[in-house]
């Protein structure tokens, strides 16, 4: 069974920071893919950040580029998303995910979700 972990998040002011945290246990083989998303209000779920688990560097949405740092603890299996300058249009609820495969080298791969974080930026 794998079970998800988030912290972090809050209210804030424009300008402002805020890191977000998430872990993932249980039998775990191997993760591929950790990445962190995102649903504002009355829209759609967007990819905010992502780290393949053969990359050194994450990929961000253009709308977070140099405000958003996505990093990653594999002993933890862990990964967090440090948010700087933050702006009233980042407010929405943050899911972190994880692509990951079960078990050992011939286990079952799936998606796994957090329940999200609330993330909200006053003007």
């Known amino acids: 069974q794998v079970q998800i972990k988030e912290s972090g998040g809050g209210l804030v002011q424009s300008g402002e920071s805020l890191t977000l945290s998430c872990a993932v246990s249980?039998?775990?083989?191997?993760?591929?893919?950790m990445a962190w998303y995102r649903q504002a209000p009355g829209q759609q779920r967007e990819e905010v950040a992502d780290?393949?688990?053969?990359?050194?560097?994450?990929k961000y949405a253009d709308s977070v580029k140099g405000r958003f740092t996505m990093s990653r603890d594999n002993a933890k299996n862990a990964s967090s998303l440090e948010m700087n300058n933050l702006k009233p249009q980042d407010t929405g609820v943050y899911y972190c995910?994880?692509?990951?495969?079960?078990?050992?080298?011939?286990?079952?791969?799936?998606?796994?979700w957090g329940r999200g974080i609330q993330v909200s930026v006053s003007a």
């Open positions: 995910h994880f692509q990951l495969r079960t078990g050992n080298v011939d286990g079952s791969v799936g998606l796994y």
């Open positions: 249980g039998n775990i083989f191997r993760i591929y893919v």
């Open positions: 780290l393949y688990y053969t990359d050194t560097v994450a």
